[in-house]
């Protein structure tokens, strides 16, 4: 499920967003099958050897990493049968199901098998991402690299809409997608990882275009005012200005080391 920037068709007149997107008759927008995120593959620090890729959609973000890096033993997981139909054309292996319902061993992956683990914008379309997360640990070998992408919620469109027109107005894709079901500030995304057993050791911003002037005007000011309409803010750091530019965090991490009594640190 990458691509949460992807353009997407237009609703039909008299459609809401909820009719085009949800329900269990709306098919995924094929549009998104050939969506990824390249920084994905920029933020790995390494070459990678074996990858899992959860939600990989039509398998194009491995097929990217296999032009960097081939010889990638890549493996996605999807759910959408069109979608990993397409995958299987360009990955190594394919698992159509959802990860909660996946036996790793009947499908060839042991424990410390993996070296690479990515989730491109797909935690924050999960009901339980924190328990995806944890689920995917034992598979993961001790020096792993984990990138992961996911929107920002603290940014200046979301913080002026809100403000301004008084609503939370979802949309076909984007920061607002109404498929989406959790929501991360940076702060959150570090806690998540950090409460997963993974500590954060690189964050690459994406900057969202509507605020990219502005944020190149005003980066290495030490203080910084905005006004978003009636919203005016104040005393901002560049971290602060930064964040409420971004569109998506990508960030790299790594397992933590495992406790002695971890029936995996064998």
């Not at 990824?36 to 491995?62: D, H, M, Q, W, Y």
């Not at 033993?73 to 139909?85: L, P, R, S, T």
């Not at 994406?206 to 309409?229: C, H, M």
Request: glycine letters at 6%.
């Amino acid at each position: 499920m990458t691509g949460d920037t992807a353009q997407t068709s237009e609703l039909a007149p008299g459609q809401t967003v909820w009719e085009h997107c949800l329900g269990t008759g709306v098919a995924p927008n094929p549009l998104y099958y050939n969506s990824f995120n390249a920084t994905l593959r920029e933020v790995l620090a390494r070459a990678p050897r074996r990858i899992l890729e959860l939600g990989c959609s039509a398998g194009k973000l491995g097929e990217f990493i296999r032009e960097k890096y081939p010889g990638t033993f890549h493996v996605g997981i999807e759910m959408n049968a069109e979608a990993a139909a397409l995958a299987r054309t360009r990955l190594s292996q394919v698992i159509e199901a959802r990860l909660e319902d996946i036996d790793f061993a009947a499908e060839g992956i042991a424990p410390g098998s993996i070296d690479t683990f990515i989730a491109g914008d797909v935690l924050e379309h999960l009901y339980d991402p924190w328990r995806a997360l944890v689920r995917v640990r034992p598979l993961l070998s001790d020096d792993a690299q984990i990138a992961v992408s996911v929107p920002n919620v603290r940014n200046l469109m979301i913080v002026g809409q809100l403000h301004n027109e008084g609503n939370w107005r979802y949309t076909p894709a984007g920061l607002l997608d109404v498929t989406h079901i959790r929501f991360f500030a940076l702060r959150d995304v570090f806690q998540m990882m950090d409460e997963t057993g993974y500590r954060v050791a690189d964050v690459k911003s994406n900057i969202d275009a509507r605020y990219a002037e502005l944020y190149s005007a005003n980066r290495g000011k030490p203080n910084v005012t905005v006004q978003v309409g009636r919203v005016k803010l104040e005393n901002l750091s560049e971290a602060d200005l930064l964040e409420y530019c971004t569109l998506q965090f990508i960030v790299l991490a790594h397992p933590k080391a495992r406790a002695a009594n971890d029936p995996q640190a064998a």
